[in-house]
């Protein structure tokens, strides 16, 4: 019997582009069972413009009645999901006819799979391609991908993120493991790095999104963005940034051992790269005074292992004093 899909889309505002996203769902060579939406209190007429189309599958809205943010809006769909198998949607993308069903046929051909990602390409606010992926766009690099097929993706989400949400399907059995959702966390990155530590993770090469580039999306993958600012907050030594990852993985282990389940191996590895980033914050002023750091942390791997290797070391001595 084939696994029940849900759609999960949060909306804020979209009327401009979110009829032909949801277009896109319903032309699927697989369709799914449902598509969730919660809207995030949208100034437009997002939730109009959903209610009147027809579609070959259930439709469930909830509306915000003020609002709640990207990450707790996108657990909340999550949470209100009935299928087994849940994809995240944005609203302004288009997929490709193939993408539920390449998808979750990988899922359900391999049971051990947590979660299944796939590439994207990228396009301008007419779907013009722009001659790139998200893969390269967000320095997923070759290495990295063969290291998760080998089953091994942990250490890869733990260095970086991978691919924004939309490019995700994971079975709705894990939910209790990656809810509730942080805000300072972006709720992709968090999925996938929680569900890497569990489970292997599945890729699909080919581009199976249309990454919709235009000026009023909430994340984006240009060079400008903040989905690639992100992917690189690693290599980014604004203490400020340094300081930011630093909550971050400290809530990331928190979640971790209040959940439970989790290997101790990769709750040492969180634990590792906190630690990692608390020194680099607290760096001296004096140039001289980091290279013991400096030199210790590339001899031991932790520059490759948590940021972006020579170039986050060079930036470390670079930077400005606090």
């Not at 759609?7 to 069972?33: K, N, W, Y």
């Not at 996108?74 to 209100?80: D, G, H, R, V, Y």
């Not at 059995?173 to 489970?199: N, Y």
């Not at 209040?258 to 990692?276: D, M, N, T, W, Y």
Request: aromatic share 8%; proline share 5%; net charge positive.
């Amino acid at each position: 019997m084939s696994a029940k899909i849900s759609v999960v889309m949060c909306t804020c505002p979209g009327a401009a582009f979110v009829e032909a996203q949801v277009r896109s769902i319903a032309e699927q060579t697989r369709l799914p069972d449902e598509l969730v939406v919660t809207d995030d209190a949208s100034s437009d007429d997002t939730e109009a413009v959903l209610r009147r189309m027809r579609l070959p599958f259930r439709l469930r809205i909830e509306r915000n009645s003020s609002r709640i943010g990207v990450a707790r809006n996108f657990a909340k769909a999550i949470a209100m999901a009935e299928g087994d198998i849940l994809f995240l949607a944005d609203q302004d993308d288009i997929w490709l006819p193939g993408k539920i069903e390449a998808q979750a046929a990988l899922l359900e051909e391999k049971p051990e799979l947590a979660a299944v990602v796939a590439n994207v390409s990228i396009v301008d606010r007419e779907l013009r391609p722009l001659g790139k992926n998200i893969w390269e766009t967000n320095g997923f690099a070759r290495r990295y991908r063969r290291q998760v097929e080998r089953n091994d993706p942990f250490p890869v989400l733990n260095r970086q993120n991978i691919a924004p949400g939309m490019a995700t399907a994971f079975r709705a059995s894990w939910r209790s493991k990656i809810l509730p959702i942080p805000e300072i966390w972006s709720h992709d990155h968090w999925i996938l790095l929680l569900l890497s530590a569990l489970a292997p993770i599945g890729l699909v090469h080919e581009p199976l999104v249309l990454y919709r580039q235009h000026g009023h999306q909430v994340l984006g993958a240009t060079e400008e963005s903040s989905l690639l600012r992100r992917a690189a907050r690693a290599s980014n030594t604004d203490r400020g940034d340094l300081e930011l990852v630093v909550r971050q993985w400290d809530m990331l282990e928190k979640h971790m051992r209040s959940i439970g389940g989790f290997p101790e191996q990769a709750l040492a590895a969180v634990e590792e790269k906190r630690r990692f980033f608390e020194a680099r914050a607290l760096l001296p002023n004096a140039k001289a005074l980091r290279l013991p750091f400096l030199l210790s942390h590339l001899l031991n791997g932790a520059y490759f292992r948590f940021s972006a290797g020579l170039s986050s070391c060079a930036k470390d001595f670079l930077r400005w004093p606090r």
